[in-house]
């Protein structure tokens, strides 16, 4: 039996301080037994972070924001990867990855119908008590933690080549202001959204700009492959690449962390196994093919000089709109990963629910992470590591961590 004083701990493993008793059946999946105000659904809502406030999303509409939730700025890094690893060695480290992923989606998600714990960290806890959960709630802020630095260090330096190549020379457009000047207009109101629902509708929209990134890699990757004359001598298969891009891949496909949040943000209906099934195995596919298709095509387009982020290969200013598109896209994007990480690390330093925090609370500890993500992005600029090579640094340490 839990008792009170852990309740009080950790109020995520009841709803309304409810007392929760579990029955004296299995080890691991007992079912817990609430005790004082039974509502309906309690049980489905126990342990969550949303209750009556969920938004009740479509199907299609929760495959959107899976997908939006894989498919960040680490699909631009994904030509790279293929570069290190081979064509057949980055097919094969995607292929056990998705079907990993998917496999563990479902997995996540039956245990915690079975324990009535719809949230991730919290069935840690329910498994593991106090160990478990903080595990869980470390990886999640180290993985999105990770995942800000990267889509803050891409809006910045993209913003920064896009207005010096159109002739601006003063401070202002230089790589550490552009970075401050965009946190602060585009991306801190962004994520001032308190509830990872509500970022469906964002998704579709960011979805769209990715699609027109991957379409610069698959209509301009090739012309510019044949008039700048790139070798046509490429890797198939490297072990030791494949290692070391482990984590960019694993960083790629990662929605974990968000799978209870999309799964009570979906209509009644679809609050099955076997609709989760189709809506987590559609969104990993689809996720992969994206990675796949751009990896493959930027790497057979730039063969050995692929850029750790594929941007820095197109140079011209006929493919500016593309990356004006990739700025519009972490732009909405940020805010997926960012109310996640939120939400994990308010748990784990005091317990509560961060959508439910005081607004003055919210703003300032949704700004206050925002100053040190940004900080430390200037700090990797001053120390003079390009984009592409702070990025892919990035990316392999909190997906390989984190992931």
């Known amino acids: 039996m839990f008792s009170d004083n852990n309740t009080q701990r950790n109020p995520l493993l009841g709803n309304s301080g409810h007392k929760v008793e ?13 005790h004082g105000n039974e509502e309906e659904d309690s049980r489905r809502s126990f342990s969550t972070s949303f209750h009556t406030m969920n938004p009740q999303n479509s199907a299609g509409l929760t495959i959107f924001l899976l997908i939006n939730t894989m498919i960040g700025s680490g699909i631009l890094n994904q030509p790279f990867v293929f570069k290190e690893s081979g ?30 714990v719809l949230e991730y960290s919290g069935l840690a ?25 990267g889509y803050i260090l891409v809006v910045g330096t993209t913003l920064s080549d896009l207005l010096t190549s159109w002739g601006c020379n003063n401070d202002a457009c230089n790589d550490i202001w552009t970075t401050v000047i965009s946190v602060s207009i585009f991306v801190a109101p962004v994520c001032m959204f308190r509830h990872f629902g509500h970022l469906a ?10 699609v027109a990134v991957l379409l610069l890699v698959l209509i301009g990757g090739p012309i510019k492959h044949k008039t700048e004359h790139v070798s046509d001598s490429y890797r198939v298969f490297n072990i030791s690449g494949i290692m070391s891009s482990t984590g960019s891949i694993v ?18 209906k679809s609050q099955t196994m076997e609709s989760w099934s189709f809506i987590t195995g559609a969104s990993v596919f689809v996720g992969a093919l994206m990675c796949v298709v751009m990896g493959v095509a930027g790497y057979l387009s730039f063969g050995s000089d692929t850029d750790g982020m594929i941007l820095d290969n197109f140079t011209q200013h006929g493919f500016d709109f593309f990356k004006i598109m990739v700025v519009t ?6 805010p997926v990963n960012f109310v996640i990480m939120r939400y994990s690390l308010v748990k784990i330093t005091s317990g509560q629910r961060s959508e439910l925090l005081p607004f003055s609370t919210h703003t300032a500890l949704t700004l206050g992470l925002l100053v040190v993500i940004t900080a430390i992005v200037i700090l990797l600029l001053s120390l003079g590591l390009a984009s592409g090579e702070a990025f892919s640094l990035i990316l392999d340490l909190s997906g390989g961590i984190g992931g």
């Open 329 to 334: 896209h972490l732009i909405l994007y940020i």
């Open 22 to 34: 579990a029955l004296p059946s299995d080890n691991f999946g007992k079912r817990p037994v609430i």
């Open 201 to 210: 509708y964002l998704s579709l929209f960011s979805i769209a700009a990715i």
């Open 125 to 149: 806890y329910h498994a593991f008590r106090k160990h478990g959960e903080r595990l869980v709630d470390g990886a999640i802020i180290i993985l999105t933690f990770g995942a800000q630095l």
């Open 87 to 116: 064509i057949l060695g980055g097919l094969l480290g995607f292929l056990l990855a998705s079907t990993a992923t998917w496999i563990g989606l479902l997995c996540l998600t039956e245990a915690g119908i079975y324990a009535d």
């Open 251 to 268: 960083f790629a496909l990662s929605c974990a962390s968000a799978n209870f949040q999309a799964f009570i943000t979906t209509e009644k």
